[in-house]
Nanobody
Framework: QVQLVESGGGLVQPGGSLRLSCAAS????????LGWFRQAPGKEREGVSYISSSDGSTYYADSVKGRFTISRDNAKNTLYLQMNSLKPEDTAVYYC?????????????????????WGQGTQVTVSS
């Protein structure tokens, strides 16, 4: 049974930092492209960041560039999202997601339908 379990969310003041983790079981993260998404109340789920399985290339939403860093530890089968300089508009439920790498197949990294597996989400609240 595949499971992705996020942790590390919480309440933080503006300008603060959090590190989210996504621990995987039932699959080998090395075989998957990985993404972080978020969803604020009343809004659609949006892509935040992505890391490729094949070459480790990364992408970020414009709203988080320079503040967030995605990384993966294949030995621990865990995905991370380091979030610095947090803003109130970063408040959302954050989800990790996995998309099986298919050789020669390009995916639209910020589209939720590209991902087969999802975590349950972790709440991030940025407020003073």
């Amino acid at each position: 049974q595949v499971q992705l379990v996020e942790s590390g969310g919480g309440l933080v003041q503006p300008g603060g930092s959090l590190r989210l983790s996504c621990a995987a079981s039932g699959l080998t993260l090395d075989d998957y492209h990985l993404g972080w998404f978020r969803q604020a109340p009343g809004k659609e789920r949006e892509g935040v960041s992505y890391i490729s399985s094949s070459d480790g290339s990364t992408y970020y939403a414009d709203s988080v560039k320079g503040r967030f860093t995605i990384s993966r530890d294949n030995a621990k089968n865990t995905l991370y999202l380091q979030m610095n300089s947090l803003k109130p508009e970063d408040t959302a439920v954050y989800y990790c997601a996995a998309s099986l790498e298919r050789v020669g197949v390009w995916i639209a990294w910020d589209r939720p339908y590209e991902y087969e597996y999802w975590g349950q989400g972790t709440q991030v609240t940025v407020s003073s």
